[in-house]
């Protein structure tokens, strides 16, 4: 069966892709910039990609017309450039103008329980997408979760900074709202096993593990699983603001995401009772499972995909490829190369950068620069990344973005995500006479700009030389 598959960076897509994969299907991943879709992950002749920016509706001819079932899966919550709202609903327009010229009879649609009568702008935004892709000549299945927990979700890695960095928690209003969780592994069950079945066409159904728990419980509860005691005090005079600020210094999300998490997380997510689990024989794995699951996948480096890895900044919406070749004329340049001592090693430290392993080099210099990032609104170091040991492009990485990670070229090439008056790259390359050159390059924005690399020059001898020599040794 010929699969058409949007989002494919994405965390849902991410996780849903080799299942289908398993199944012999043939999938055509939907992209906006095919520099960050790795192939080499997929050893498997029944995956292509197409470029297509649902966005620009120019781009939609590049989906094949011979498509039997369609996945959509695109959300724009997190961006921090224009209104998600609006955006939402020009891709979901786009998209069903494309398929209705298409041979897909089925589109499947991961959104939000939306039955409460006063909705986020967030869910809100979900119900529109939703009634947008049910006027198509299609058969429409959405199925409609809440908190999804596994690892490199979200709600799970929120959960887990929460209860793993504070001890005593001064929390919102929020953490009494009732939620209805589902592990992720039931997610992509529901999504796989829905293709071509009669009794979920032109349906929608709301998914869950069947229990119900506020935020402060499902806190508790991670808690305990991991060993840990915590006192969480709500306090009701927390406005969403505040919520925000609270969840974005804390937590590794974006503030804007927090903004739009806070907002949604006031609102009841408890679903219908319906028959879907029964007709597809899937017994619902339970919310304490999910999480003990979710740490065997960390601990065995099984981590298939990351919610930060989602484009957020609008530097790359119009793709990554203008930044792989790093500019030469008017930049700054800070050069340094020499030889390693053990090829092999060298290149698996470079491939362990950032993340728990850190920097090798000036760890608390790194920290404060992802402090000072964090207060002007930046992503900070916390986001960290998704495997300890591989990286891939378009993965993030602390608050650098991967462009080129090649082991055969030993080559890694980042961009900085981070607040700058300017833009930087950081290029790590072992030459054929095995000397790494380490080279960071400052393209600056104004007169702004060459202050602010003046001002940081003085520490880069000291990061610079000792992260050289860590990664060489």
Same mark, same amino acid.
């Given at each position: 069966?010929?699969?058409?598959?949007?989002?494919?960076?994405?965390?849902?897509?991410?996780?849903?892709?080799?299942?289908?994969?398993?199944?012999?299907?043939?999938?055509?991943?939907?992209?906006?910039?095919?520099?960050?879709?790795?192939?080499?992950?997929?050893?498997?002749?029944?995956?292509?990609?197409?470029?297509?920016?649902?966005?620009?509706?120019?781009?939609?001819?590049?989906?094949?017309?011979?498509?039997?079932?369609?996945?959509?899966?695109?959300?724009?919550?997190?961006?921090?450039?224009?209104?998600?709202?609006?955006?939402?609903?020009?891709?979901?327009?786009?998209?069903?103008?494309?398929?209705?010229?298409?041979?897909?009879?089925?589109?499947?649609?991961?959104?939000?329980?939306?039955?409460?009568?006063?909705?986020?702008?967030?869910?809100?935004?979900?119900?529109?997408?939703?009634?947008?892709?049910?006027?198509?000549?299609?058969?429409?299945?959405?199925?409609?979760?809440?908190?999804?927990?596994?690892?490199?979700?979200?709600?799970?890695?929120?959960?887990?900074?929460?209860?793993?960095?504070?001890?005593?928690?001064?929390?919102?209003?929020?953490?009494?709202?009732?939620?209805?969780?589902?592990?992720?592994?039931?997610?992509?069950?529901?999504?796989?096993?829905?293709?071509?079945?009669?009794?979920?066409?032109?349906?929608?159904?709301?998914?869950?593990?069947?229990?119900?728990?506020?935020?402060?419980?499902?806190?508790?509860?991670?808690?305990?699983?991991?060993?840990?005691?915590?006192?969480?005090?709500?306090?009701? /005079?927390?406005?969403? *603001?505040? @919520?925000?600020?609270? &969840? +974005?210094?804390?937590?590794?999300?974006? =503030?804007?995401?927090?903004?739009?998490?806070?907002?949604?997380?006031?609102?009841?997510?408890?679903?219908?009772?319906?028959?879907?689990?029964?007709?597809?024989?899937?017994?619902?794995?339970?919310?304490?499972?999910?999480?003990?699951?979710?740490?065997?996948?960390?601990?065995?480096?099984?981590?298939?995909?990351?919610?930060?890895?989602?484009?957020?900044?609008?530097?790359?919406?119009?793709?990554?490829?203008?930044?792989?070749?790093?500019?030469?004329?008017?930049?700054?340049?800070?050069?340094?190369?020499?030889?390693?001592?053990?090829?092999?090693?060298?290149?698996?430290?470079?491939?362990?950068?950032?993340?728990?392993?850190?920097?090798?080099?000036?760890?608390?210099?790194?920290?404060?620069?992802?402090?000072?990032?964090?207060?002007?609104?930046?992503?900070? /170091?916390?986001?960290? *990344?998704? @495997?300890?040991?591989? &990286? +891939?492009?378009?993965?993030?990485?602390? =608050?650098?973005?991967?462009?080129?990670?090649?082991?055969?070229?030993?080559?890694?090439?980042?961009?900085?995500?981070?607040?700058?008056?300017?833009?930087?790259?950081?290029?790590?390359?072992?030459?054929?006479?095995?000397?790494?050159?380490?080279?960071?390059?400052?393209?600056?924005?104004?007169?702004?700009?060459?202050?602010?690399?003046?001002?940081?020059?003085?520490?880069?001898?000291?990061?610079?030389?000792?992260?050289?020599?860590?990664?060489?040794?």
């Amino acid at each position: 069966m010929k699969i058409l598959l949007t989002g494919a960076t994405g965390y849902i897509a991410q996780r849903l892709l080799p299942e289908l994969l398993k199944d012999h299907h043939h999938v055509t991943c939907c992209v906006r910039d095919e520099n960050r879709f790795d192939l080499s992950r997929f050893e498997d002749p029944d995956i292509s990609v197409v470029q297509v920016n649902f966005l620009q509706e120019e781009t939609m001819i590049n989906i094949p017309d011979d498509i039997d079932i369609a996945y959509y899966l695109i959300h724009s919550m997190s961006t921090r450039s224009g209104d998600f709202e609006k955006m939402e609903a020009i891709s979901a327009e786009n998209f069903v103008r494309r398929i209705n010229q298409t041979k897909v009879r089925q589109v499947i649609y991961l959104t939000g329980i939306t039955n409460e009568q006063h909705l986020s702008k967030h869910l809100a935004s979900r119900k529109k997408v939703e009634d947008i892709l049910a006027k198509g000549n299609y058969a429409l299945t959405a199925l409609r979760a809440g908190i999804i927990v596994g690892s490199g979700s979200a709600s799970f890695e929120i959960i887990r900074d929460l209860v793993e960095k504070l001890p005593v928690m001064i929390a919102p209003r929020w953490l009494n709202t009732k939620t209805q969780p589902i592990a992720i592994r039931d997610v992509v069950k529901y999504l796989k096993d829905v293709i071509d079945l009669p009794e979920a066409c032109n349906k929608s159904f709301d998914i869950s593990s069947g229990e119900i728990f506020t935020y402060k419980e499902m806190l508790q509860r991670f808690a305990r699983i991991r060993g840990l005691k915590r006192k969480i005090i709500v306090l009701p /005079l927390l406005t969403p *603001r505040v @919520s925000s600020y609270w &969840l +974005y210094f804390v937590t590794s999300t974006s =503030f804007a995401l927090a903004k739009n998490l806070v907002d949604s997380m006031k609102v009841e997510v408890i679903g219908r009772p319906n028959n879907l689990a029964a007709l597809l024989h899937i017994i619902p794995t339970l919310y304490d499972q999910a999480i003990e699951l979710a740490f065997v996948k960390i601990e065995n480096d099984q981590v298939l995909s990351s919610w930060k890895d989602a484009l957020t900044s609008k530097v790359f919406y119009k793709g990554m490829t203008a930044h792989l070749n790093v500019p030469i004329e008017g930049c700054f340049k800070d050069f340094r190369k020499k030889r390693v001592n053990n090829l092999q090693a060298s290149l698996d430290k470079i491939w362990r950068i950032g993340g728990t392993t850190g920097w090798y080099y000036g760890k608390w210099l790194w920290n404060a620069r992802g402090f000072m990032d964090k207060i002007v609104g930046g992503v900070g /170091l916390r986001r960290g *990344r998704r @495997s300890p040991s591989q &990286l +891939y492009a378009g993965e993030t990485l602390d =608050f650098w973005r991967v462009l080129v990670a090649s082991k055969p070229d030993k080559r890694l090439l980042l961009y900085a995500e981070m607040k700058l008056p300017g833009e930087a790259w950081l290029e790590f390359c072992i030459n054929d006479k095995d000397e790494l050159e380490q080279t960071a390059t400052f393209r600056p924005l104004g007169l702004k700009g060459r202050l602010y690399w003046y001002a940081v020059y003085p520490f880069h001898g000291f990061i610079f030389d000792g992260m050289l020599k860590e990664l060489c040794a």
